[in-house]
């Protein structure tokens, strides 16, 4: 599992831009047990939403 600041750093290495407040939208949104933590089923679910997570085109950096 990993935590908010985890999640932050790991986000920023894929390349999505997101605001500080983005991040934590998102990471509140999928740590469905409130523990402060997103657990691999938790992750799971945020990866098969289409559209609606980290992978949205919209928030990915452009690649030159």
């Known amino acids: 599992s990993v935590d908010l600041d985890q999640f932050q750093r790991a986000v920023e290495k894929i390349g999505v831009v997101m605001t500080r407040f983005e991040i934590e939208q998102?990471?509140?949104?999928?740590?469905?047990?409130?523990?402060?933590?997103?657990?691999?089923?938790?992750?799971?679910?945020?990866?098969?939403?289409?559209?609606?997570?980290?992978?949205?085109?919209?928030?990915?950096?452009a690649v030159n």
């Open 26 to 61: 998102v990471f509140n949104k999928y740590d469905l047990s409130n523990d402060g933590r997103i657990d691999f089923k938790e992750f799971s679910i945020m990866f098969t939403q289409k559209g609606e997570g980290l992978g949205s085109p919209d928030k990915q950096k």
